[in-house]
């Protein structure tokens, strides 16, 4: 076997690793809490508008 093709054979393997891992990830990520994404955010956290609204007025106020 030449240089070249055990290059290509090596970048290909790679690939394919890579590969599996992203969709092994999206699989196994099914199982935890939060969202249907996988991302690991806090998607089903409750939400405070009354913080938000806060915030808004004090950034609206200190312009």
Known sequence: MNAQLLIIIALFAA????????VWLTFAAKGQAGCAKGCG?????????????RTIEARTAAR
Not at 41 to 53: F, K, N, T, W, Y
């Open 15 to 22: 690939a394919l690793a890579y590969l599996g891992r992203r």
């Open 41 to 53: 955010g806090a998607c089903g956290a409750a939400l405070d508008v009354e913080a938000l609204q």
